[in-house]
């Protein structure tokens, strides 16, 4: 079992940044692909980015490519969103999201994620 808990959201103005994090529980972190999906209100749960067991490979939704990077941290079993630039339409809850095996298919839906966290919500003023 693998429990996930986000933390670093907030209200921050256009074309501020935030960084989310993600920590992991257990020992199994460095075996999950890791990715950050959000929500926004009345929207169906979206990708925004994924990395690889190692955090070389990486996959962004469009939107925030450029703006929006994703890091992780195996020693801590902590994953990162950095957000910069940040736009009135990134706001949203954010979830993480643990997936065994490779990070690709993250990319293109939620099947074979195993595990999620909670979400934190992102609130971007204009």
Do not use: H
Not at 10 to 23: D, E, N, Y
Not at 86 to 106: I, R, S
């Amino acid at each position: 079992q693998v429990q996930l808990v986000e933390s670093g959201g907030g209200l921050v103005q256009a074309g501020g940044s935030l960084r989310l994090s993600c920590t992991a529980s257990g020992r199994t972190f460095n075996t999950y692909a890791m990715g950050w999906f959000r929500q926004a209100p009345g929207k169906e749960r979206e990708f925004v980015a994924a990395c690889n067991l190692s955090g070389i490979i990486r996959y962004y939704t469009d939107s925030v490519k450029g703006r929006f990077t994703i890091s992780r941290d195996n020693a801590k079993n902590t994953v990162y969103l950095q957000m910069n630039s940040l736009k009135p339409e990134d706001t949203a809850v954010y979830y993480c999201a643990a997936k065994p095996g490779p990070a690709q298919p993250m990319s293109v839906g939620t099947y074979g994620i195993d595990y999620w966290g909670k979400g934190i919500l992102v609130t971007v003023s204009s």
